[in-house]
């Protein structure tokens, strides 16, 4: 089970950091992605981290506005965001999946609900 928290109504230049709580067994096995679904756009990746994370991998140019960090001693995984302008509207999830990070949605096989990120200019 997957449950992010951190979201909310923000002002454009806040950094908030997203987390996403897990739950389960073995859970250094799995790696976990996250993804951003923007309003009637489709759910895209953002940043993954390996089951023990010693390894990440960012969209193309994300690396620079999001960071991916992991704690599993806490079952913790965080996603600090940079600055953030009204374009970065949008619901936040994470997900998991067994063995290796990939930056496709169709890879993973659980997924929290997901936490609105709402930009104010």
């Known amino acids: 089970q997957l449950v992010e928290s951190g979201g909310g109504l923000v002002q454009a230049g806040v950094s908030p950091r997203l987390s996403c709580a897990l739950s389960?067994?073995?859970?250094?096995?799995?790696?976990i992605g996250w993804f951003h679904q923007a309003p009637g756009k489709e759910r895209e990746f953002l940043a993954a981290?390996?089951?023990?994370?010693?390894?990440?991998a960012y969209a193309a140019g994300a690396n620079t506005r999001v960071t991916i960090s992991r704690d599993n001693a806490k079952n913790m995984v965080y996603l600090q965001l940079n600055p953030l302008t009204p374009d970065d509207t949008a619901v936040y999830f994470c997900?998991?999946?067994?063995?290796?990070?990939?930056?496709?949605?169709?890879?993973?096989?659980?997924w929290g609900q997901g936490t609105q990120v709402t930009v104010s200019s």
């Open positions: 981290v390996n089951g023990i994370g010693s390894n990440q």
């Open positions: 389960g067994r073995a859970l250094n096995d799995y790696a």
């Open positions: 997900a998991a999946r067994q063995g290796r990070y990939s930056t496709s949605v169709r890879d993973y096989d659980h």
